[in-house]
């Protein structure tokens, strides 16, 4: 075995346990992300249950559509027998109005209901309707609150920032306050070992996370099984990009709580400029100038060519692009002003 591989190979160990030792770190790099996705998904199956009343307008596909609603438990679906079909604006009494033309559906929500869209959304799957060819509102026009498909894309960027930010950055500078890379730069350890030796174990926390995003998208129907693997990909793209900006925050910081404290600041300010909370056609110009600027605004509209491809703004290769050019900016000046320590220039 050639040093250099003995190097890398107690310098991966090393950083495994370097990852996990601390308390802080470990809960904000693997639980904290599932918590907040499990919150999520928890408060989408509480809400899920009960009985709805819904409406479905004339039209000759109602008969498989009614069968498919009523075998979703807790659905009590009819054909609208009013004189004409009721506005959007008033739903007389239904939880739910679904219209079906063709390959596309449309269903109008009480906004106190949203219990009742994975139902929904499972039935007029299965009556043939493109998840893509959905279109879900309320009685004024905006989009209901989904707490399962938002608690994805969310879930998975809250996930992969927690650990760029809390599980590279923060042990990094961790390390130069310890005097640690110091010492690691008085040896023959080259950076590059150094930086590449910390990717297994992040890399294996990204797979777990992609693939419980992942098994949790095909479960509730909302992503098809031949898709995931573009989820994938999507997912490894925009760790290496928020892995790559974590490296450039620890390039030179050398106050870890400091460095947390505008971390903690910085991930629910990227979470809601990158269209998670709001769509961006919903913010001030000059907010959506300011998203237009952001990377992690790229990551979102490529997520939801898969998880809510009507929400997604731009084709999935420039997504990928704006991705990959992140990805090349940030590591370029992390590998440029990375130190060992102040003042240490090799």
Known sequence: MSPTTS???EMVKTNARELF???????FTVLFPLLFLGMFLGLGVLTA???YQIAVAPSPRQEALLDNLNQVEGFHAEVWKGAKTPSTEDLAGYDALVRVTDQEASAVIDPSRFGV???????????GVDEALMDFRTPD???PFDPLKAALPTGLLMSLMSTAFFGTATPLIALRTRGTLRLLGTTPLSRLTFVIAQAPVRLALVVVQLVTLGTVAVAMDFVPLADTLRLMGTGLLGALMLFAFGYLIAARMRNAEVVNGLLGILMPVLLFFSGLFLPLSMLPSALTTISELLPTTYLVDALNHDVNEAAATHSLTFDWAVLLAATALFGGLAARLF????????
Request: no cysteine.
């Open 339 to 346: 130190r060992w320590d102040q003042g240490e220039d090799r």
């Open 117 to 127: 869209l994975s139902g929904l959304r499972s039935a007029l799957a299965d009556s």
């Open 21 to 27: 030792r601390d308390g802080k770190t470990a809960f």
């Open 141 to 143: 026009g905006g989009a």
């Open 7 to 9: 190097a890398m190979r």
């Open 49 to 51: 249950g009960g009985t």
